[in-house]
């Protein structure tokens, strides 16, 4: 009988390490099951990321958001794919100290916002944020 405990006990332990290493320290395969999104139509599910993220609390997107970050306008046209992939993958490890936030984002939900990026990027009707705006009116004006 004691024995049979022993065996129970150390399973216990060993899931209850297993799901504490999923749950803090995530290997992408564990994303990818876990955070599938569809990408039938990527740009709409990006933008529902977006927001989902709340990415706007520190960037401007699109014509919303705040400039605590980076403001996103161009974002595609300044990085190449590969770059921006691999810093939505984990911000930290392209620079060390970083105040974004590892989302720790599958591979699908990357693709989803890097795709709603590109579609305001490439967008006629896509504008810079306001205060770039009013330093360029700035200097068209000699101020």
């Known amino acids: 009988m004691p024995r049979s405990r022993l065996i129970v006990s150390s399973l216990m332990a060993v899931a209850v390490v297993a799901v504490v290493w999923l749950w803090f320290f995530p290997p992408r395969w564990w994303l990818n099951v876990t955070k599938p999104v569809d990408l039938t139509d990527p740009v709409g ?10 990415c706007r609390r520190c960037h ?30 984990n911000p930290g490890s392209i620079r060390g100290g970083t105040s974004m936030p590892n989302f720790r984002l599958s ?15 490439n967008s006629p009707t896509e504008r810079p944020p306001p205060d770039e705006a009013v330093k360029k009116l700035k200097r068209l004006l000699g101020g």
């Open 60 to 89: 401007f997107i699109g014509e919303e958001g705040i400039s605590k970050g980076p403001a996103l306008p161009g974002v595609t046209k300044r990085l190449d794919a590969v770059s921006l992939r691999l810093w939505l993958r």
């Open 45 to 54: 599910t990006g933008k529902i990321l977006i927001g989902k993220y709340d």
């Open 107 to 121: 591979d699908s939900e990357i693709e989803a916002i890097v795709s709603y990026l590109t579609a305001l990027d």
